[in-house]
């Protein structure tokens, strides 16, 4: 495998320790903010280094810093206190050209009622993606060289992340967001959960019918993916997927979503509401789908008062037989631990390759 080319400096090249800072300008804030600093370098010359930091041997490099009550219109200095990743401190970084960027990743402050005061991101419809949440402030790539312990590296943050324009209804598809008075109470303040909505053939001809739940667990879903009603685009620019090793498996994609929708609208499909909930978190993108001491009553607050509203809105039987549960990986362990834990609301769990249910095979180790 080659090596990448922040890492082969680093085995070839002069370290430095340039005097990096980062100004947050009084016309993108009009009070002190806190938060995440991060400023990330990539020796790739396409694409933003926000979008190159990965979990594999091709990344960029990063460095963060906590701020608190950073007021516009100062700097803040990345020093070699800094944390970073892939290389650890500010100093590893070998001398060379980069793309260059700067992003404050926002905290807000919850006061919760288990009597713990904390600060941290709220997910505002990304899915908790640090690179892409709207009104997280960032600066324009630009490139750099750095060549000497002494040079002075100065960036301004110029610009805020958009808000995401939310999914729009179709005839099949409908999404719904509400107000959950239990994570509200716990997090002391509004707390939302939502769900995408997958109609059976024949709902709005059929108003006296109702009908079963199936509910999929997983991650953060922007949309209710793999349903396309439309065939595969043939102009489709072919895409392959290397983590699956498949070719044009963008073209594979549509055509699996199109044809679940044939099968989905046929004449024998079983005629069930689909749901894909949203429970991103200021943790992660989605709540486990459990009640937890650091999340609150996720698991509570999806079953009593998410899914009762989606049966009253959608027209659904409305009763724990009536409803079946399914997801893969984090899904997986999600189905299986809701019908553990709420035995009498749900009637069924298919559980595909679940995260470790229990600590005799933690992945590949038995901890006990």
Excluded at 238 to 247: M, T
Excluded at 274 to 285: G, M, S, V
Excluded at 286 to 302: H, K
Excluded at 352 to 357: E, F, G, Q, T
Aim: with cysteine.
């Amino acid at each position: 495998m080659r090596l990448p080319v922040l890492l082969l400096n680093l085995l070839l090249c002069t370290c430095v320790s340039a005097q990096m800072t980062v100004k947050l300008p009084a016309e993108l804030a009009d009070n002190p903010v806190d938060g995440r600093l991060l400023l990330m370098f990539s020796a790739a010359t396409e694409g933003e280094p926000r979008f190159q930091i990965t979990d594999g041997p091709a990344t960029g490099q990063v460095y963060g810093v906590d701020v608190e009550n950073w007021k516009p219109g100062t700097s803040i200095t990345i020093g070699n206190d800094a944390t970073g990743y892939p290389l650890a401190t500010p100093a590893d970084l070998p001398s060379g050209t980069y793309q260059v960027q700067a992003l404050l990743h926002k905290y807000e402050t919850f006061n919760r009622s288990d009597g713990h005061t904390v600060k941290l991101p709220m997910d505002r419809g990304e899915g908790q993606q640090w690179n892409r949440a709207p009104g997280n402030l960032l600066s324009t790539p630009r490139s750099i060289t750095i060549t000497s312990a002494q040079q002075k590296i100065a960036i301004d943050l110029d610009q805020s992340i958009a808000l995401i324009e939310p999914a729009k209804d179709t005839e099949w598809i409908k999404h719904i967001k509400i107000r959950s008075k239990m994570l509200s109470d716990f997090w002391g303040r509004d707390m939302y959960i939502g769900a995408h909505v997958l109609l059976p053939k024949g709902w709005a001809e059929h108003p006296d019918v109702k009908y079963p739940l199936a509910i999929m667990h997983g991650h953060f879903p922007q949309d209710f993916g793999g349903f396309r009603t439309s065939p595969p685009d043939p102009d489709l620019e072919c895409v392959d997927s290397e983590r699956f090793g498949i070719p044009c498996y963008n073209r594979v994609e549509q055509q699996e979503a199109h044809d679940f929708y044939k099968a989905w609208s046929g004449p024998d499909f079983p005629r069930v509401l689909a749901i894909k909930i949203q429970h991103a978190n200021p943790f992660y993108d989605d709540s486990y789908a459990v009640n937890s001491e650091n999340l609150g009553p996720y698991g509570d607050a999806i079953t009593y008062e998410l899914i009762p509203y989606i049966e009253e809105e959608f027209r659904g039987i409305g009763e724990g037989w009536s409803r079946f549960v399914y997801g893969g990986s984090t899904g997986g362990w999600e189905a299986l631990a809701v019908q553990v834990l709420y035995p009498d609301d749900y009637g069924t769990c298919y559980a595909a390759c679940p995260d470790p249910i229990d600590f005799r095979a933690y992945t590949v180790v038995d901890l006990y």
